[in-house]
């Protein structure tokens, strides 16, 4: 369960900051369902750009924002589905775009899910406290912009071999960057620096997104609910919803599966990591590309029982796959070779490394299950390639420049070539021996009990459910938070 517990003199405070800043915290359920949110705050941003520093811009925490850089209001949700003559498979694949959250990344929603109740009940004080966000890349940015909209110091956490756009937006953002050793897989060194902090300053709240239970909480009743009007929408008579795959990360998004499955029994949860990482798929370990996920270990927010099937992704496809996507030969030869319709080429900058990623899995899930047309699969694309300009320069000065010949064999070979190998159907004692991999991490090192670790497994109504069930109780909060601060009946 999340603590809800009321510190009266700290929410006060928080309620004098948001009073003094003209903050005012949306719902979730005004997040699922944007349609909700005041006209007055609607107006409001109408002159506000997508990731412009206002408080305003909380209320675009939402799959369902217009496409617009600036004075964008609300709609459908955004997605592309991918047509066979690209993905080389029958099934329809579909997958929502993360560009058009603010910072151009859904990570936004996961902090603020960490972070919004810990400031309605008075347990993160805005005027003493600094918000550390532990992160392989995404999540601290997200959370440290949350912490701009909602006044509180923040301290950014994440890999020295993360893109140089990240770091660059950062350090004009956050109040500190912290850059530990390694790369995407290296958490354990970003966990170390977290215990570092709070050992040797009394002023840090840690949001762990990889053991936050408002990770979870917010994908499930956001991500889950976008999806699940996306599918109303798109699904044809006959259409089957086969199922769902993400690549792990901090697992947060795997929450929505959650959901999904409660909605459409017969679908399937599948979990991707790097096969350069196989931790899932094989208790392995290593270093890989796919920026925005993180290895060796398994998050405490996976709700691994209800994970039906792990994948694992060449991290040398997704990052070629974003030349081919991306460099003019690669686009060109998509659409006059291998038939691709130009309007689906020319949105494959929606496609960010770990979205390449989560295609594959797609892909490769499909095969599996040998999927038809009247089969969905859905995906997310975490990002855009707006975050790994960097990444392409890196590459062309590393093996030159990107050819006709270079973008047939990347097609043929990664594309089309993908292959139902390095993948496992989970069975129950499977799941189990993944599960137990978490006490390693989790018992062991971070401070949890075992008794929390079986209450995962053993007794999903009072661990995983009655979370779920706290977004009314939390809406019911902020709800209170806006009404004491009193900005809403000014507007």
């Not at 109408?46 to 496409?67: C, Q, V, Y």
């Not at 579909?94 to 008075?122: E, I, M, N, Q």
């Not at 909209?149 to 770091?167: H, K, T, Y």
Request: charge should be negative.
């Amino acid at each position: 369960m999340i603590n809800l517990t009321i510190n009266e003199p700290l929410l006060e405070r928080s309620v004098a900051r948001a009073k003094e800043r003209n903050i005012i915290i949306p719902t979730f359920r005004q997040m699922q369902n944007p349609e909700e949110i005041p006209e007055k705050i609607k107006n409001r941003l109408k002159n506000i750009g997508l990731w412009d520093m206002d408080s305003a811009n909380l209320f675009r925490i939402t799959w369902k924002n217009e496409p617009k850089k600036k004075g964008g209001l609300f709609g459908g949700v955004n997605y592309i589905e991918l047509p066979p003559a690209l993905t080389g498979v029958e099934a329809r694949i579909v997958a929502l775009v993360g560009k058009w959250f603010p910072t151009g990344c859904h990570k936004v929603g996961a902090s603020f899910g960490c972070l919004a109740p810990r400031l309605v009940t008075g347990q993160f004080d805005p005027t003493y406290h600094k918000a550390v966000w532990p992160s392989t890349g995404n999540y601290c940015r997200g959370g440290a912009y949350n912490s701009q909209l909602l006044a509180c110091d923040s301290i950014a956490i994440l890999p020295a071999e993360m893109s140089r756009e990240r770091f660059e937006w950062l350090a004009e953002v956050a109040g500190e960057v912290i850059a530990t050793p390694g790369c995407e897989s290296d958490v354990k060194e970003i966990f170390d620096k977290t215990w570092e902090l709070r050992n040797t300053r009394d002023n840090v709240v840690i949001f762990n997104q990889f053991e936050e239970l408002g990770n979870c909480l917010w994908h499930y009743h956001v991500t889950g609910h976008a999806i699940a009007d996306l599918l109303k929408k798109i699904m044809r008579e006959g259409d089957n919803f086969a199922g769902a795959c993400f690549t792990s990360g901090s697992a947060g998004t795997l929450s929505s599966g959650d959901y999904l499955k409660e909605i459409y029994p017969g679908a399937k949860l599948a979990v991707g990591e790097a096969l350069q990482c196989p931790t899932i798929l094989n208790n392995g370990f290593g270093a890989h590309r796919i920026e925005g996920i993180g290895d060796k270990h398994v998050p405490w927010v996976h709700n691994v029982k209800n994970t039906d099937m792990v994948i694992a992704i060449d991290d040398n496809d997704s990052v070629n796959l974003m030349r081919l996507f991306n460099e003019p030969a690669g686009r060109e030869y998509l659409i006059n070779e291998a038939g691709v319709d130009p309007d689906v080429v020319n949105n494959l900058d929606l496609l960010g490394i770990s979205g390449i990623s989560n295609v594959l899995c797609a892909i490769k899930f499909a095969k599996y299950y040998e999927l038809t047309e009247k089969d969905i699969v859905v995906t997310v694309l975490t990002d855009s390639m707006e975050l790994y300009g960097s990444r392409l320069t890196e590459m062309r000065e590393g093996s030159g420049q990107y050819s006709a010949v270079k973008a047939s064999a990347d097609f043929e070979r990664r594309l089309l070539g993908q292959r139902a190998d390095s993948m496992e159907e989970l069975t129950y004692v499977a799941r189990k021996r993944v599960h137990n991999l978490k006490y390693y991490t989790w018992v062991e090192q971070q401070g949890k009990t075992v008794e929390d670790l079986n209450a995962q497994w053993y007794d999903y109504d009072n661990y995983w459910r009655a979370m779920h069930d706290q977004v009314t109780q939390i809406d019911e909060l902020i709800n209170s938070f806006n009404e004491r601060a009193g900005l809403l009946s000014k507007l």
